[in-house]
């Protein structure tokens, strides 16, 4: 079994009386995509903001590589290799999706200086998730779906062991959806560990090799995909009314 790259262990967060996370333990090893579902308000993103560095964590640890990066800055964690993108994606304005990717090689453990080369990788990481074409398109007229691989591509530019994916999928259609999930196979390939955040349980379940879930701050249930979707504890708490299609 591939060794632990993220451990998240028992970490609690709370926004004045508010506790989005009362002690939340998981782990992602090397090469593996996690999928991690849970209702609205669950704690997803605040997970994800927690393991990135944006938000403090109250209480517990996290680990990465081995090190304890719990009190490291975001930008620090990037260095080491952790990546992540975001819900609402928030590009560069007034800047070609190519210089999105670029500026995104700027960060990471391979911080690339040179505007050329980092021009040059832009292109081909653009060209790995079947965005070629968008490389010279200012952000702005980019589409969801375009702005969504974007922001893959701009996380792989930093060449990340680890990217934390925030629901990359919300608001596609059913086409768009299998393009950036063949996308994310395409990342995962290249060895690179996903912790990807999703609403689409059904995406999830066909993209993870393992799945948590999260309600009300706490782990509810974890595992393959088709053991945990079938636990009774899931299908109430969380897949309620929708579970027929899960
Ligand atoms: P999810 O991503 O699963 O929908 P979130 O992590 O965004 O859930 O939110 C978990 C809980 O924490 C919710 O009750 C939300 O309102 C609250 N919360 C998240 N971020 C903040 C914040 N910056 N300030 C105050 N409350 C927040
Ligand atoms: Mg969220």
């Known amino acids: 079994m591939a060794e632990a790259l993220l451990q998240i262990q028992h970490v609690q967060k709370s926004f004045g009386g508010v506790r989005a996370l009362k002690g939340v333990s998981l782990e992602v090893r090397e090469g593996e995509i996690v999928g991690l579902i849970g209702p609205n308000g669950s704690g997803k993103s605040t997970l994800i903001n927690v393991a990135a560095g944006y938000y403090r964590a109250d209480a517990g640890r996290l680990r990465f590589r081995g090190v304890d990066v719990t009190d490291l800055a975001p930008h620090r964690r990037a260095k080491m290799g952790l990546a992540r993108t975001y819900q609402h994606p928030r590009p560069f304005g007034s800047m070609t999706a190519g210089d999105n990717v670029a500026v995104g090689a700027l960060f990471g453990p391979e911080a690339q200086v040179a505007p050329e080369g980092a021009q040059e990788s832009a292109r081909q990481w653009l060209h790995l998730l079947g965005l070629g074409h968008a490389g010279p398109k200012d ?23 680890i990217i934390l994916a925030d629901e990359v999928l919300a608001g596609l259609t059913v086409e768009e959806t299998e393009r950036v999930m063949d996308a994310v196979r395409r990342i995962q390939a290249m060895g690179v560990a996903l912790l ?28 393959i995909p088709e053991q945990v979707l079938r ?16």
Request: hydrophobic share 45%; glycine share 6%.
């Open 139 to 161: 952000v702005h007229r980019l589409t969801l779906q375009e702005r969504r691989l974007l922001e893959l591509a701009r996380a792989l530019a930093s060449h990340p062991r």
């Open 196 to 223: 990807v955040v999703e609403h689409n349980v059904k995406a999830v379940s066909a993209l993870a090799d393992r799945i948590v879930v999260l309600h009300e701050g706490t782990v509810l249930a974890e595992g």
């Open 231 to 246: 636990e009774e504890s899931v299908r109430t708490a969380y897949l309620g009314d929708h579970a027929g299609h899960a």
